[in-house]
């Protein structure tokens, strides 16, 4: 199951530290947006979402979107941050991955995959050798689907922490 392992663990977007990311030499964070930038059905970034990609900007890590959902609702919510996105190509595939690289131009390597789902984000993360970390879903309002998924995460997830930072 190491496969479905994140590499960090945390609450929210904004407790990932910066310097983590320079320390293990981030040069893009390829980003999911239900239930880990904003709650699911939010059509825009909130303060919230835009502060973190901001600060993302600044500290000149690029960004990119890449979320299951469909077009009209990623390039909404992606054109509200002005970021680039990648959609609808059922993550834990490879190829929306791929597609991100191909727009950020660096290496699989030098991204951090931010998500709430071991089973797309953290999955596809660890298929692609780039930095799975997974932070908590936003809110528990789910499709039945997703509260499914959620009992596989907390099996897999029991008694473990991801990597301390120090
Ligand atoms: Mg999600």
């Known amino acids: 199951m190491k496969f479905l392992l994140p590499r960090f663990m945390f609450d929210k977007i904004e407790d990932i530290p910066l310097c983590t990311m320079k320390k ?3 040069k893009a964070a390829i980003l999911d947006i239900d239930n880990t930038l904003v709650e699911p059905h ?3 970034a909130d303060k ?3 502060g973190f990609v901001k600060k993302l900007e600044n500290s000149g890590i690029l960004v990119c979107i890449v979320s299951n ?3 009209e609702r990623a390039k909404k919510f992606a054109d509200s941050l002005s970021v680039p996105f990648v959609c609808d190509k059922n993550k834990p595939n490879k190829k929306p991955f791929l597609m991100a690289l191909d727009i950020l131009k660096v290496e699989a390597k030098d991204v951090m995959v931010i998500g709430d789902q071991l089973l ?3 999955w596809g993360a660890n298929r692609m050798g780039m930095i799975p970390v997974l932070v908590k879903p936003v809110c528990d309002k789910e499709g039945r689907f ?3 998924k959620r009992i596989i995460e907390r099996r897999v997830l029991k008694g473990f922490e ?5």
């Not at 991801?162 to 120090?166: A, N, R, S, V």
């Open 24 to 26: 293990l030499g981030v």
């Open 48 to 50: 919230r979402a835009e």
């Open 146 to 148: 997703v509260k499914f």
């Open 69 to 71: 959902n469909i077009y």
């Open 120 to 122: 797309t984000d953290v």
């Open 42 to 44: 939010t059509p825009v």
């Open 162 to 166: 991801g990597e301390k930072i120090d």
